[in-house]
C-alpha cells in the first residue's frame, strides 16, 4: 500500500487497483472490487497518500430490501441485477434481455482535448457491449470532465435507452448542505434558486429539443454548515439538446448525481461495430465557496471550450437592430443607425430579423436566407460596404433549424419537418422545425449559408431557435436506418455540425447563438459559438438577477448585454444601464435615432469606459461580492480581478434605498494585501476621483462606496497596484 505523497494528476496504486484524480485542490478516487465492479472512494479535498483510502469492497448488506448493489457508490451504474438507485444507462439486447451487467475490464491512459484523461474499459459479463468511462483531468481548474462511449462488439443491434454521461457521488455528510439550480423562462432566464438538500430526488431537465430555460445545465450542492464552509460541488452538462440532471439523496445522506442526454423519448439503436458518444459532463469540488466554482468553471471555458480562434481576442462593443427596428429593416434605416453606432465607438453593427426576402413579421420567410430585394434592390452588400467604411464588422440574424409555412423552402420541401403524417403540425410563432438529422436538409443549409457567407463579407452571425420541436415525427427514419426518436440527438448533432462546418468554411466569421433570449446557453454551443444572448429582457433591473445566474456557469465574454430603450419608463437611468450591460460583452441595442446628443454622448462615454477595462471583465476573475438577491439597501456588487491580482474593476448598484441607510464597506476579494492599489472612479461629467488604499485595507475594511440615496445609483472604481516607489 503506497504512503507516497499523491501529486496531482492521474495516479494509480496497482496493488489495491484504484486510480485517483488530483487536481491542485481537489481529488477523486475510485477502485476495482473482487467481482470487479467500479465503486467511487474519494471526492472532496486532497489526501496525502493512497493508505488514506480504503479498498474498493462492496458494502455489507443491511438487509434483503437495500441489496449491497443498491447502496454502493458505483461510478456507473446500469440497469440490471439488485440495483434501484440512480442509474446511468439502461439498454435492450436483441433477444429481448433488458439488463445491464458491466464489470472492469482495462484502463487506459491518453489524451483528450489537450487534458490527461483516463479511459476506464468496462464490458457486460455476457453480451457484445463495451462501455467506456472517459475521466479527464483540468488540474489548475480543480476539475474532472467525464463522458462515455458505448460500442457493439457484436453483429446484433442493441438499442440504448439511457445513457447518461456520468455518475458523481458526494461523500455521506449529515450535516445539511444546499442545492442550487438555475431556473427560468423567456425573459426571465437563469435565476438562481435554493432549497436544503434532503432525501429524495430533484430533476433539472429540458425536453424542448434544446438546452431551454426551464433550466440550465448546471447545478452546485454547498455545505450550510458553519464547520465546513465554502465546501462546494457543481457540474455542469455540455450540450444544446434534451438533457437530464437528476440528483439523488438517500435518507443516510448518500448523494448521487447523474445526467447526461435526456432518456425522456430517447433511444438510440447501435447496429454492429457503431459507437455513441454522449456529451462531456463537467464537474468539480472547491472549498471557497459559488465565485471559486465560478472561476473554475470560466477559466475551463476560455482554455479549453471557447473557439481558440477569437478567445485571445476582445469580444467587440456591438450594436443590434432588433429593438430598434424590429422587423422595419432596409437599407437606409441601417445605414442612418450604423452611422449612429460608429459615432458612438461600436466595432461590430448587427442587422437582426427583418433582412430576407418576405420577412415582414414573423408570418413569412423562414428558410428563405435570400436577402429581400425590396427592402435591399441591390443586394446586401451596399450596406455592408458602408459599415466596413465606418470602421466596424458587419453581422447578421439568421434562424437555421426553421422553416415559415410560407416560404419557398416549405412550399418546395414540406416533408422537411418534424411531424407525423397523421397529425397537424403545430406551429409556434407561425413556424415549424426542420429535421436537420436529414442529410438533404443540411446539405440544403450548408449550402444556402455558405453562399451567404461566401458572397458577403459578413463577420458575424447570431444564430436563433425561436421554438421547440413538436410531433417528433420523422417518417422516412426507418428507410435510412434510424430510429425516429434518435432525431432529438441528430437534431443537436446536426446544428454543432452545420456551425463546424461554417466556421471551417469561414474561419474569421464568428457566431452568436441565441434561442428566443438565452435558451441555449450551454458549453456544448460554446464549442462554436463565441458568445451567447443572455435573455431577450433588456430592463437592467431583471439584466442584474438573470446576469447573476449566467455568470455562475458561464463566463462574462460570451454574455451578450446591451444598453437599450427598456429603462422602465426612463426611471432607471443611462448610467445604471449601462454599467449592468457593461458586466458582459457589451452591446447597444436601443433606437438610436431617437436618442438626443446628449444621451448619445453619454453612452459612447460609457463605451469608451468599457474598452479601459473590458480585459478585465472579460478575462478576469468574476466574482460577486453581493447579490441582487440580499436586501442590504438593495445593493449589487461585482468585482473582476486580474489572474496577477494587479488590477480590478468594481460595479458596485443600488436599486432602491428606501429606508435611506448607510452603505456598508465592501470588501474585495483577490487582491495582493502587501500592495496599494490606485481606486479610479469614471463618472460621466463628474470630475474623476482617485485614491489610495492597500490591498489589506481593501479586503479586511473594504471600500466605501459613494451611492447617493436616489434611485438606481451605480459606479465603476478602476484598481491599479501601484509599483512600490509610486
Ligand atoms: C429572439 C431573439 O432573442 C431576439 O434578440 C431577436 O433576434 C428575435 N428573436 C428576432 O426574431
Not at 438529422?437 to 444556402?448: I, K, N, P, S
Amino acid at each position: 500500500m503506497s504512503s507516497l505523497p499523491l501529486n496531482p494528476g492521474i495516479q494509480y496504486d496497482a496493488e489495491r487497483r484504484i486510480w485517483a484524480l488530483v487536481t491542485e485542490q481537489s481529488m477523486y478516487a475510485f477502485g476495482v472490487t473482487e467481482e470487479n465492479f467500479l465503486l467511487h472512494l474519494h471526492w472532496g479535498g486532497r489526501l496525502h497518500a493512497f493508505s488514506d483510502l480504503s479498498a474498493a469492497t462492496l458494502p455489507p448488506e443491511r438487509s434483503s430490501l437495500d441489496p449491497a448493489l443498491t447502496s454502493s457508490a458505483e461510478e456507473y451504474p446500469p440497469f440490471g441485477g439488485l440495483r434501484y438507485g440512480e442509474l446511468a444507462a439502461m439498454v435492450t439486447f436483441a433477444d429481448g434481455t433488458r439488463d445491464l451487467d458491466l464489470r472492469f475490464h482495462t484502463v487506459e491512459m491518453g489524451e483528450r482535448n489537450g487534458l490527461p484523461t483516463l479511459t476506464v474499459l468496462l464490458q457486460d459479463a455476457i453480451y457484445p457491449l463495451e462501455v467506456r468511462l472517459y475521466y479527464s483531468l483540468d488540474v489548475d481548474n480543480d476539475l474532472i470532465i467525464r463522458s462515455t462511449s458505448f460500442s457493439n462488439t457484436g453483429l446484433d443491434l442493441i438499442a440504448l435507452e439511457r445513457a447518461f454521461s456520468a455518475m458523481w457521488h458526494l461523500p455521506c455528510q449529515f450535516a445539511p448542505r444546499t442545492l442550487t439550480t438555475l431556473a427560468g423562462q423567456w425573459l426571465s432566464e437563469d435565476q438562481i434558486q435554493q432549497r436544503p438538500l434532503v432525501a429524495g430526488t430533484e430533476l433539472i431537465e429540458s425536453r424542448t429539443g434544446s438546452t431551454g430555460a426551464i433550466h440550465a445545465p448546471w447545478f452546485a450542492i454547498s455545505s450550510s454548515d458553519h464547520e465546513y464552509p465554502g465546501e462546494t460541488y457543481f457540474g455542469t452538462l455540455a450540450w444544446s439538446g434534451n438533457w437530464a440532471i437528476r440528483i439523488r439523496t438517500t435518507i443516510f445522506s448518500a448523494t448521487a448525481i447523474t445526467g447526461g442526454i435526456h432518456d425522456h423519448d430517447f433511444r438510440w439503436e447501435l447496429p454492429a461495430n457503431a459507437v455513441f458518444e454522449t456529451p462531456e459532463f463537467v464537474a468539480g469540488f472547491v472549498q471557497k465557496g459559488m465565485n471559486a466554482a465560478r472561476h473554475r468553471l470560466h477559466r475551463y471555458a476560455r482554455e479549453h471550450v471557447l473557439p481558440q480562434s477569437h478567445v485571445h481576442m476582445p469580444r467587440p462593443v456591438l450594436y443590434n437592430s432588433w429593438e430598434a427596428t424590429s422587423f422595419d429593416v432596409n437599407e437606409p434605416g441601417q445605414r442612418a443607425l450604423a452611422e449612429r453606432a460608429a459615432s458612438l465607438g461600436v466595432e461590430l453593427f448587427v442587422v437582426d430579423d427583418g433582412w430576407f426576402q418576405g420577412r415582414n413579421d414573423d408570418h413569412a420567410g423562414l428558410g428563405d436566407w435570400f436577402h429581400d430585394t425590396h427592402k435591399f434592390p441591390n443586394g446586401l452588400t451596399p450596406l455592408i460596404t458602408s459599415v466596413h467604411t465606418l470602421g466596424m464588422q458587419f453581422g447578421i440574424w439568421i434562424e437555421p433549424e426553421m422553416v415559415n409555412p410560407d416560404s419557398e423552402l416549405y412550399r418546395t420541401h414540406p416533408d422537411w419537418i418534424y411531424h407525423f403524417p397523421r397529425r397537424p403540425r403545430s406551429e409556434s410563432r407561425n413556424q415549424l422545425v426542420l429535421n436537420i438529422g436529414r442529410e438533404d436538409v443540411q446539405h440544403y443549409l450548408f449550402e444556402t449559408l455558405n453562399t451567404l457567407l461566401a458572397e458577403h463579407a459578413i463577420d458575424f452571425v447570431k444564430w436563433d431557435m425561436n421554438r421547440p420541436i413538436a410531433e417528433p415525427g420523422w417518417p422516412e427514419a426507418q428507410q435510412k436506418d434510424h430510429e425516429a426518436r434518435e432525431l432529438w440527438v441528430r437534431h443537436t448533432r446536426g446544428v454543432y455540425q452545420l456551425m463546424d462546418k461554417l466556421r471551417a468554411a469561414h474561419p474569421h466569421v464568428s457566431i452568436e447563438a441565441c434561442s428566443g433570449g438565452g435558451s441555449r446557453a450551454d458549453l456544448g454551443v460554446l464549442k462554436r459559438a463565441d458568445q451567447i444572448w443572455a435573455s431577450d429582457n433588456t430592463n437592467p433591473e431583471a439584466r442584474l438577477f438573470i446576469q447573476e445566474g449566467f455568470s455562475l456557469f458561464l463566463p462574462a465574454r460570451t454574455m451578450g448585454a446591451w444598453i437599450t430603450d427598456n429603462r422602465s419608463r426612463n426611471t432607471i437611468p443611462f448610467s445604471f444601464s449601462s454599467h449592468v450591460a457593461m458586466l458582459g460583452a457589451l452591446g447597444i441595442g436601443g433606437n438610436l435615432l431617437h436618442w438626443t446628443n446628449e444621451e448619445m454622448q453619454e453612452i459612447a462615454h460609457w463605451i469608451s469606459v468599457y474598452k479601459k477595462i473590458r480585459h478585465l471583465v472579460q478575462d478576469g476573475q468574476q466574482s460577486w461580492l453581493l447579490s441582487p438577491h440580499t436586501h442590504q439597501g438593495n445593493l449589487t456588487a461585482v468585482q473582476f480581478t486580474a489572474l496577477d491580482g494587479k488590477e480590478a474593476v468594481v460595479f458596485a448598484f443600488r436599486r432602491q434605498n428606501v429606508f435611506q441607510g448607510h452603505l456598508p464597506h465592501l470588501r474585495l476579494q483577490q487582491l495582493d494585501p502587501t500592495s496599494r492599489y490606485s481606486i479610479r472612479s469614471y463618472p460621466y461629467k463628474d470630475r474623476e476621483t482617485s485614491t489610495t488604499l492597500s490591498g489589506a485595507a481593501l479586503q479586511q475594511r473594504g471600500l466605501e462606496i459613494a451611492l447617493t440615496h436616489t434611485p438606481y445609483d451605480s459606479t465603476i472604481l478602476h484598481l491599479h497596484a501601484l509599483q512600490r516607489d509610486e
